[in-house]
């Protein structure tokens, strides 16, 4: 399907996405999405005490329910002599050890509910940051409704209202030459493609935002810093109203986030959540630091200092709950504190993330990080990853993370090559690790000389 969509007339094109868009729409949207929505824009009137105790509350008996349906937790607790009847505070869940990838893939089968009919959920996988991907199954009703839901809580803190007009540049491949972009009629959306986006294309991609004239933007900052470095660097001054930018799937760093803000006007707003589903956070408009969606996961900060490691409760996946799930994340923490005005709590002010680089090629064109892990992403196997090292205009170092050595290397010098230009050199090397500050894997990183 993406073939047919890629090499579809625009017109075709247009209509296909429009077609996935209704239904896709329909998931969201539809139904008990407007009940959700409801109930969690509500809850940001609860005094931070209330959220404290209904939290607590979501946790006792989610740890109860796991007990009841997970075959994994009742041996697990039956061998610990845990009893998740008598929970009394947050701290009495400290005796249950932590979830692993590891034992997810190994437990697999013994850590979802087989009760539930396999026509309510569906199979899910990360994309594997930190090293081999981990499958995982998620509820639909929590994937589309209440996910949906848990996002447009967090847009109406800006001001912003379900279906306003919204543009979104992100990773998805849809097409390979001009337009380089398709209106989504069902959630008033224009899509960009990232993937196309250069020194030779951004004032298109600009002119196409001013003349659309969106309510707000969402996707990788990565993207969005080129765009604003353009807009700066010609003292343009946009004729758009734009309320906020969202960016997430790569951390922003606060230099380049003031340069966003500055070439747009708007304020710019972080997301930070598991792919996992177990919770998500969110940069208000009146607080420093990251909201947490307490109904959504319960975090605990492990470790001393300031960097600690987030450990996470889902408590909204009744097919395949995770208990102390250790991400492999983690965050500069914060004084325990609460929303000034929603009364959500504040447990960090800044995520230790994967801050991949521009590849700035030899002509002056520049190649953004998301469109480098597409095109490098199928080439991977279960168990292998890969960095990508600019070590001059025309020099890269591949570092393959493969110990069987089943790779192979001539499909990822092609796939290069076609990206940064037939003359470049390409060097191969199989290092022990790739594993850098705050446990993530910086997939892109460009020498700057």
């Known amino acids: 399907m993406d073939k047919i969509l890629i090499n579809s007339p625009y017109l075709v094109k247009s209509i296909l996405i429009n077609i996935y868009g209704f239904f896709l729409a329909r998931k969201r949207f539809s139904g008990t999405f407007k009940r959700w929505f409801g109930i969690y824009i509500g809850n940001l009137e609860k005094k931070p005490a209330r959220i404290r105790l209904e939290q607590f509350e979501l946790l006792k008996k989610n740890v109860i329910y796991c007990y009841e349906q997970i075959p994994y937790y009742k041996r697990l607790f039956d061998d610990i002599k845990f009893d998740p009847y008598s929970i009394e505070s947050v701290k009495d869940i ?121 309510a707000f933007i969402q996707g990788h900052p990565s993207a969005i810093l080129v765009m604003s470095k353009y807009i700066l660097d010609r003292d343009r001054e946009l004729k758009v109203n734009i309320k906020v930018i969202f960016t997430t799937g790569e951390t922003l760093i606060e230099e380049d986030k003031k340069i966003i803000e500055k070439a747009f006007n708007c304020p710019v707003a972080q997301q930070y959540g598991s792919g996992e589903n177990c919770f998500s956070s969110q940069q208000g408009p009146d607080d420093i630091g990251y909201l947490i969606n307490y109904e959504h996961g319960f975090i605990e900060l492990i470790g001393e200092g300031d960097l600690k490691e987030v450990v996470v409760t889902s408590l909204q996946n009744d097919v395949m709950p995770f208990v102390r799930y250790k991400m492999n994340d983690y965050v500069k923490v914060s004084n325990e504190r609460y929303s000034s005005r929603y009364g959500l709590p504040i447990l960090f002010d800044e995520v230790v993330g994967r801050t991949d680089d521009i590849i700035m090629l030899k002509n002056g064109s520049s190649i953004l990080p998301v469109t480098i892990r597409m095109n490098i992403k199928p080439l991977l196997s279960k168990g292998t990853n ?37 003359d470049v050199e390409i060097h191969i090397f199989y290092p022990d690790s790739l594993i850098s500050l705050g446990g993530k894997i910086r997939n892109i990183i460009r020498n700057k000389r």
């Not at 959306?189 to 935002?209: A, E, P």
């Not at 205009?393 to 090559?417: G, K, M, V």
């Open 386 to 422: 890969y960095q990508l090292i600019q070590i001059a205009a025309e020099e890269f170092n591949l570092n393959l993370l493969d110990p069987n050595r089943e790779l192979n290397t001539n499909d990822f010098r092609f796939t290069l090559r076609k990206l940064l230009g037939e």
């Open 94 to 214: 400290q005796r249950i050890p932590f979830l692993t990838k590891d034992i997810i893939r190994k437990e697999f089968d013994n850590l979802y509910n087989k009760n539930i009919p396999s026509k309510n959920y569906s199979l899910h996988s990360t994309s594997g940051s930190t090293g081999e991907k981990l499958s995982f199954l998620l509820p639909n009703e929590l994937l589309y409704k209440k996910n949906t839901a848990f996002l447009y809580r967090f847009y109406h803190m800006w001001g912003i209202k379900p279906k306003d007009r919204r543009v979104t540049i992100g990773g998805r491949v849809f097409t390979h030459k001009a337009p380089f972009w398709v209106f989504n009629i069902f959630e008033n959306q224009l899509l960009l493609s990232s993937h196309h986006l250069g020194n030779d294309t951004v004032s298109l991609y600009v002119n196409k935002i001013e003349s659309f004239k969106p």
